[in-house]
């Protein structure tokens, strides 16, 4: 299932109607190039959770956790890692997936083996123009199609963050 974002509002509005609609044990694991737009998906799913405050990217702490309403938000970037040993000698898969929050793993590929069966499995893109977004969601094992056809249709309305400009 694909949504075609145009502008950058169109991912955050995306990243809400995820993020509002995320349960404990869920895990969302989030490809892509540089720049695809994870990180603004990623920080309006926090919103969509109730997580105030700064998302900043944990690229050199590898995990950051944000308290949500009602459920933490376990928010993973595994681009420097080397491997699921690092992972695992750190003690970080007992988050994948958490109990009390949702797990969401920027550049997931680079602990494989780590990564849980039932996830939802977002691939951010370039479009042709170089400016627009394509969101590829998959879902995978207990993390059913009628979640993300839900997620779809609410990233369609509008949203809280639709006057924001940046997060």
Known sequence: MKLFCEREA????LGYALGSRLRAGDVVLLEGE???GKSVLTRAAARGMG???PVPSPTFTILNIHEGEGLRLYHFDLYRLEGADALYEM?????????DGASLIEWP?????AMPEDALHITMRYAMDGMAREAELVPMGAFGAARVKEILRAAEEPCPLDEEETL
Do not use: K, N, S
């Not at 169109?10 to 509005?13: A, L, V």
């Not at 590929?109 to 083996?113: C, D, N, T, Y």
């Open 91 to 99: 003690g970080l898969e007992e988050y994948i997936p958490a109990q």
């Open 109 to 113: 590929q680079m602990a494989q083996e």
């Open 10 to 13: 169109d991912t955050r509005r």
């Open 51 to 53: 997580v105030c405050g």
């Open 34 to 36: 540089m720049g695809a």
